[in-house]
């Protein structure tokens, strides 16, 4: 009599879990936002293709309406919407520019000091073994978002070849960066002794409004290094 009791209250038990879930899934425990959104510079195609990682709630998503419509439906619980909203706030805006200064700096093995990097000379010597940094040229380029630009530059009877290539722009608040491929590469035949035509390649993430330096310890004629500073500027933060 207990064996059968016990299988009884077993069958309830189960069918008891069986119905509070069909409850659940019959009324979900989260409100449902729907708004529709227009859009500015993506299509809604763009905009679908970026949003819907986001929307992982069942029953949400995000909606074409026309391809001819500029504009979304997203149907999202208030947390995940306002996540969305936030990225879409970041891509659905004109391309940004940027405004790079470039220093290219020579290392030497001398005792003179360069009025023109003051502010890096003590920072240079510090972390690599030449005892004297000097000037040779300054430069300044403007790109665009995923752009590209190239300028040559002369100094010491050289001319160099520049090209930086602009991605991942990021313009927002403190977080504000960019990525840049930089390339610097003698024009001229390197001549015995020197270094090969390609002075560096590098690819860095910098902060916008901050300074970093590029290049390499290695030496040419076994007397100077070359390094290169750059510091980007936002040129354009149009919505």
């Given at each position: 009599?207990?064996?059968?009791?016990?299988?009884?209250?077993?069958?309830?038990?189960?069918?008891?879990?069986?119905?509070?879930?069909?409850?659940?899934?019959?009324?979900?425990?989260?409100?449902?936002?729907?708004?529709?959104?227009?859009?500015?510079?993506?299509?809604?195609?763009?905009?679908?293709?970026?949003?819907?990682?986001?929307?992982?709630?069942?029953?949400?998503?995000?909606?074409?309406?026309?391809?001819?419509i500029r504009a979304v439906t997203v149907r999202e619980t208030p947390k995940i919407f306002a996540e969305m909203m936030a990225v879409l706030s970041q891509y659905?805006?004109?391309?940004?520019?940027?405004?790079?200064?470039?220093?290219?700096?020579?290392?030497?093995?001398?005792?003179?000091?360069?009025?023109?990097?003051?502010?890096?000379?003590?920072?240079?010597?510090?972390?690599?073994?030449?005892?004297?940094?000097?000037?040779?040229?300054?430069?300044?380029?403007?790109?665009?978002?995923?752009?590209?630009?190239?300028?040559?530059?002369?100094?010491?009877?050289?001319?160099?070849?520049?090209?930086?290539?602009?991605?991942?722009?990021?313009?927002?608040?403190?977080?504000?960066?960019?990525?840049?491929?930089?390339?610097?590469?003698?024009?001229?035949?390197?001549?015995?002794?020197?270094?090969?035509?390609?002075?560096?390649?590098?690819?860095?993430?910098?902060?916008?409004?901050?300074?970093?330096?590029?290049?390499?310890?290695?030496?040419?004629?076994?007397?100077?290094?070359?390094?290169?500073?750059?510091?980007?500027?936002?040129?354009?933060?149009?919505?």
């Open positions: 009599m207990n064996r059968i009791a016990a299988a009884l209250f077993l069958v309830v038990a189960v069918s008891g879990s069986s119905l509070a879930q069909q409850q659940s899934a019959a009324t979900p425990p989260y409100e449902l936002t729907v708004r529709t959104i227009p859009l500015h510079h993506l299509t809604s195609a763009e905009a679908v293709k970026l949003l819907s990682p986001y929307s992982l709630t069942p029953g949400g998503g995000v909606y074409e309406i026309s391809p001819q659905d805006r004109e391309p940004a520019s940027v405004t790079l200064n470039f220093q290219l700096i020579a290392a030497e093995n001398s005792n003179s000091r360069d009025p023109g990097v003051a502010i890096l000379d003590s920072l240079l010597r510090n972390v690599l073994k030449y005892s004297g940094y000097r000037l040779l040229t300054t430069s300044v380029a403007t790109a665009s978002e995923n752009g590209y630009v190239s300028q040559t530059l002369s100094a010491d009877g050289e001319t160099f070849t520049l090209g930086v290539s602009v991605s991942d722009l990021r313009i927002e608040g403190t977080a504000a960066s960019v990525h840049l491929t930089v390339a610097l590469s003698r024009n001229a035949a390197p001549a015995k002794g020197q270094m090969p035509a390609s002075v560096f390649t590098t690819g860095v993430t910098v902060p916008v409004g901050q300074t970093v330096v590029l290049g390499t310890s290695s030496t040419d004629s076994g007397q100077r290094a070359l390094f290169l500073t750059v510091r980007p500027q936002l040129a354009s933060t149009k919505k």
